[in-house]
């Protein structure tokens, strides 16, 4: 197998020649073995040099096939295909992730696209799609701001249906177990063919230990196998215990999100997709405010005065989202002031009230929310229940159970404490 490796674009002065001059024999063995990849730089362009490697000598479970990947995109296509590959083996459905800066900012499996979702998500042009392109649509469309420039991850072999989805999109790279010809070939010509395209082996186990270094100091633990089956949903404390099979499965997306996102995080996720994922909060309540914030502005983009925006034939499609983002929130008159619709619309849009938003979102039932630790106080769910959520999987534990379970109560929710925290740093 080809393993493609890179010069260090960096510049090491004589004295750093020196220091490291104990390791040059050993690093050549290892570039000779092929089991290291040698990048730009690291998160950022003055932190060289940078490299990833395997420390027992073996070769890399990854083969680049084309292009430079950068240290944040091997990041992410790790992480995303440890959640996609679970997302896989759980449902039984091709998965897909859209991963910026470490956490997913969508993830979803491959259930066919509704008329309006292929409208909102940009690909109605596109007639029918495979399962693994309606995943990443799915995955792409949940949060468009946020996936800007995503890594991308698949379950499945990458085929020219999800290739040519991929090729319209603002994107720095892709990981999957494999491509057709032809897939590879469309993603080879995306960014005057410097896109990042990578191959997984799917059979790599990683060691029972991981390791990694912060200010010179090793930390250790052992690799978070745990798997996220029915099992972990049957404590159901809640008066409600009616917990349907799509419901069980969108928890289980909401949680194996969840396992690779920065913590504190929150995940809603509705008919085989997240909508709405809270990550890196410091605040469980903010997790929860932040996801349902998303969520909403996934139900909202479904409105029909939203899908009739007349944007100018011109305007593409990163423009309209951030005119439909700036539309349906609260700074709705940057893109509606005389002097700043002209550049957008055909005709300037009515104001989306406040009020009449509300009525919309009184609409999105069903949703399922995921916590990746206890809710310490009953108002995470009296905001979720805002945003349609009417099944819930978190941990339990907290001095305050009683009064969340109340809460939900109060709502007629389903709750399943699963046990599990489900903390990713």
């Known amino acids: ?27 050549r063995r290892r570039r000779n073995k092929m089991n290291e990849i040698q990048l730009k730089y690291g998160c950022n362009p003055n ?66 696209l509704t008329d309006i979702e292929k409208k909102i ?31 991308i991850s698949l379950s499945d072999e990458c085929d020219a249906d999800t290739a040519r989805l991929v090729k319209r999109e603002v994107s720095d790279g892709i990981i999957a177990p494999g491509y057709t010809d032809e897939a590879l070939e469309i993603l080879k010509a995306k960014k005057g ?28 633990q052992g690799h978070n196998f745990i798997e996220i089956d029915n099992k972990m949903f049957e404590n159901i404390v809640t008066d409600n215990k009616d917990l349907p099979e799509a419901a069980l499965i969108d928890l289980k997306i909401a949680l194996i999100t969840l ?9 809603y996720v509705k008919g085989g997709a997240a909508i709405g994922i809270g990550a890196g909060q410091q605040s469980r309540i903010h ?13 909202l983009r479904q409105a029909p ?20 983002d700036l539309y349906i929130g609260e700074d709705y008159m940057d893109v509606l002031a005389d002097g700043k619709w002209q550049n957008i619309f055909k005709e300037q849009p009515p104001v989306f009230t406040a009020e009449e938003k509300r009525a919309w979102l009184n ?54 404490f699963t046990g599990l925290r489900l903390f990713h740093h």
């Open 193 to 220: 063919g410097n896109y990042a395209v990578i191959k997984v082996d799917p059979s790599y186990v990683p060691e029972d230990i991981e390791k990694k270094q912060v200010f010179g100091i090793t930390f250790e």
């Open 287 to 299: 997790c929860t405010r932040l996801a349902g914030n998303k969520a909403d502005n996934w139900f």
């Open 305 to 324: 005065q939203v899908l009739n925006l007349p944007f100018l034939d011109s305007i593409k499609r990163p423009d309209r989202d951030n005119a439909i």
């Open 363 to 416: 609409k999105n039932t069903d949703v399922a929310l995921g916590s990746d630790a206890f809710f310490p106080f009953g108002d995470n769910i009296e905001r979720a229940f805002r945003s349609g959520v009417k099944y819930v999987a978190q941990p339990g534990g907290s001095v305050r159970d009683d009064n969340v379970i109340e809460a939900a109560n109060s709502h007629d929710m389903v709750m399943a």
């Open 47 to 112: 932190q060289k040099p940078s490299r990833v490697y395997m420390e027992n000598g073996a070769d890399l479970p990854i083969e680049v096939l084309n292009g430079r990947p950068g240290y944040i995109n091997l990041l992410d296509a790790l992480n995303g295909w440890q959640l996609v590959s679970e997302l896989k083996k759980a449902t039984g459905l091709p998965a897909a992730t859209s991963f910026k800066h470490v956490s997913p900012a969508g993830a979803a499996v491959g259930t066919p």
């Open 1 to 27: 197998m080809t393993r493609y490796l890179f010069s260090q674009d960096i510049s090491i002065s004589q004295q750093e020649q020196k220091r490291q001059g104990s390791t040059t024999r050993t690093s």
């Open 259 to 267: 396992k690779y996102t920065q913590s504190n995080s929150v995940c």
């Open 121 to 151: 998500y940009w690909v109605e042009d596109l007639g029918e799609l495979s399962p693994l392109a309606n995943a990443y649509a799915r995955a792409r469309g949940a949060d468009r701001m946020s996936s800007f420039g995503d890594f």
